[in-house]
């Protein structure tokens, strides 16, 4: 009977692993949800995830990762059966102080926590904008630093926006831009970095879906958020943000001969997660595990006076912004092998599959 056991667990796990065939490397663009530890090798950086008790799940030691362990972008590459991505800037100075002589052939993650779709969002703390994550794209291919063949037929991954909307809602925030024309403005600049990859050979583009933002517990920081409930103001942007990242990737087909685009639906899952929450084995998706004050929300996981909870698994919240790995687990199985409710108009299995 054991033995049957193991077998079964054996060919399940398998489900969700794909030949690389197709697919050999990630690229990825983004803020913290992807950040592997950029801002870690960014010494300008304010916006950190250096210290414990991040990556005590997994790594058992901080990466530079904004959770407890993998990211959903770490979980896609177990899935492809390619090793982690390397952060830009740990793979250019180990480049650059002889090291190693090329840039990985597994991709690169260029995402920095705190960052945006608008260039001047988090400025102030030292994080890498999505405008400057594709300069330094873009020079490596430009360079012959990273084969054109390489990226066309790797696989994007962007998520960003978050922050954007969050910081719309500061109390020192003066937005000269009403919540809708914010919107259009944060999709420019995503619809610039999809003409631009396009341009370098990207083919295989997937565009993330925010969460509910209004949700995390760091909301109890902004002094007109409800904390009973989530802040229905910030989720009305994502969601018209959401709508829009949708409406690009419907595009494409037309719009970039020889692309395939997908949208995954992060925030409908989660918030299935929520509706449901045990059939997801969480027993809190309110609270962060890590964190203090109210919800966990007013403090950083890590930075003094924090409290940690005995089972990160049972949460749905890490620290104040971000999920746990077991979240992160959930959403990337759903991205890879779910239907179209989940991700559209396939699933990133399905988009790896394709020649």
């Given at each position: 009977m054991?033995?049957l056991?193991l ?8 489900s ?11 690229f990825?663009?983004?803020d913290?949800?992807?950040d592997?530890g950029?801002?870690?090798f960014?010494r300008?950086?304010?916006?950190q ?5 991040y990556?005590?799940s997994?790594?058992?030691?901080s ?6 362990g993998r990211?959903?972008?770490d979980?896609?590459?177990?899935f492809l059966g390619i ?16 090291s190693?002589?090329d840039y ?10 705190g ?8 400025q102030d703390w030292?994080?890498?904008?999505i405008?400057q ?7 490596l ?5 990273v ?5 066309q ?11 954007d ?8 925030s ?5 919540p809708?024309?914010?919107v259009?403005?944060m ?7 999809i003409?631009?990859?396009?341009k370098l050979g ?8 925010l969460?509910?933002?209004g949700c995390v517990?760091?909301?109890a920081?902004?002094?007109?958020a ?9 989720n ?6 959401n ?5 690009l990737?419907?595009d494409?087909?037309?719009k970039?001969p020889g ?7 992060v925030y409908?899952?989660v918030q ?8 997801y084995?969480f027993?809190?998706?309110t609270?962060a595990c890590?964190?203090?004050g ?7 996981c890590?930075?003094?006076?924090y409290?940690?909870c005995?089972?990160?698994?049972a949460f ?5 912004f971000h ?8 959403i990337?199985?759903a ?6 409710s989940?991700?559209r108009?396939?699933?990133l299995?399905t988009?790896?599959s394709?020649p």
């Open positions: 054991e033995k056991f077998v079964l667990l054996l060919l399940s796990s398998r969700f692993v794909v030949s690389s065939a197709n697919v050999s490397a990630l990825i663009f983004g913290s949800i992807f592997a950029n801002n870690h960014n300008n950086c304010s916006v995830a250096d210290f414990p008790p990556g005590s997994f790594f058992h030691r990466t530079g990762r904004f959770t407890n990211t959903v972008a979980f896609i590459s177990q090793e982690f991505q390397k952060p830009f800037l740990e793979a250019q100075l180990a480049v650059m102080n002889g190693r002589k990985p052939s597994n991709g690169i993650n260029f995402a920095s926590a960052s945006g779709v608008l260039q001047a969002t988090n030292g994080v890498i904008s405008q994550q594709l300069r330094q794209f873009q020079a291919v430009q360079e012959n630093q084969d054109k063949n390489l990226v037929k790797s696989l994007i991954l962007v998520e960003s926006g978050s922050n909307i969050f910081n719309y809602f500061l109390p020192n003066t937005p000269t831009l009403d809708g024309a914010y259009q403005a999709l420019a600049e995503v619809r610039n970095l003409d631009q990859i396009y990207a083919r295989r583009i997937a565009l993330f879906s969460g509910p933002v517990p760091a909301r920081l902004l002094p007109g409800p904390v009973d409930k989530c802040f229905g103001k910030m009305l942007m994502v969601k018209s943000y709508k829009g990242l949708e409406s990737v419907d494409m087909p037309i970039y692309a395939a685009g997908v949208f995954g639906a409908d899952i299935r997660f929520r509706a449901i929450p045990a059939q084995r027993s809190d998706v609270n890590c964190g203090d109210t919800h966990g929300g007013l403090l950083q890590g930075r003094e006076g409290k940690i005995p089972n990160p698994n749905f919240f890490w620290d104040y999920p746990t790995e077991h979240a992160y687990k959930l990337s199985r991205l890879w092998g779910g239907k179209s989940r991700i108009p396939v699933n299995k988009l790896a394709t």
